[in-house]
């Protein structure tokens, strides 16, 4: 199943492989939402899905709670928006408008990611989107794979958090998948970034939820430092 979004680092791809090393539980935990390819891909009875970006958290919130008003509203922006004058217009009322709502926030998120260049995600340090219009002649609306999340995302709670405050979340049996910027690699998702301070911190906190018996699955770059940072955990190496 592809994802509502295009997303840099989406799993959809390598999930055949990557669910061999997802074990079963109650809950699946993702405190990197990304894409929510993962989500998307395994059928655990719940899940809960965070992430630090708020827009990312605000549009799978507003897909579950209403698909076809926001599947409607969708499918006229694609139709009649896709001209560079419409992108620049809709990224300018999406950065700055104070009287928008979260409801079309998330609708012109979904316009800006699958209109703008390669559907890349990136905020300058206003905290603003800022990814150029990708000149498309035909960019796919995701109608199918809208509904497809909305019904899965009945089985899901959105945070919008970081990953110490989710994995402090953590309930027994529950089954902890990280996919964190990887090392090396862009990290400007979100305002803040994802620096080499945050890599060894998670590597702590993922170490100390693994000893309290938690199943921790943490994907990232075949680096040395992600080799030395999870040296007490079995690696495998996906393609």
Known sequence: MSTILKWAGNKTTIMSE???HLPAGP???????????????????????????????????KVAADCESFISRARVLF????REVAYYNIRQEFNY???????????????LNRHGYRGLCRYNKSGHF????????????????IRAFA??????TFICASFDETLAML????????????DGTFSGYHTDGFTEDDQYHLASVLEHRSSEGHPVIVS???????????RNFTHHYIK
């Open 220 to 230: 990232n770059s075949d680096t040395s430092l992600i080799r030395s940072l999870y």
């Open 79 to 82: 139709e009649i928006a896709n």
């Open 27 to 61: 809950r699946l935990v993702e405190p990197f939402a990304g894409s929510c390819a993962v989500m998307m891909e395994t059928d655990y009875p719940s899940y809960l899905v965070a992430d630090i970006n708020p827009d990312l958290i605000n549009l799978y919130k």
């Open 18 to 20: 990557l669910k061999k």
């Open 130 to 145: 800022n990814i150029p219009y990708g000149n498309y002649k035909n960019p796919y609306f995701p109608e199918k794979e």
């Open 151 to 156: 019904e899965k995302a009945q089985r899901a």
């Open 97 to 111: 408008s104070t009287e928008i709502t979260d409801f079309m926030k998330a609708v012109y998120f979904l316009y």
């Open 171 to 182: 309930k027994a049996g529950d089954v902890v998948y990280c996919d964190p910027p990887y």
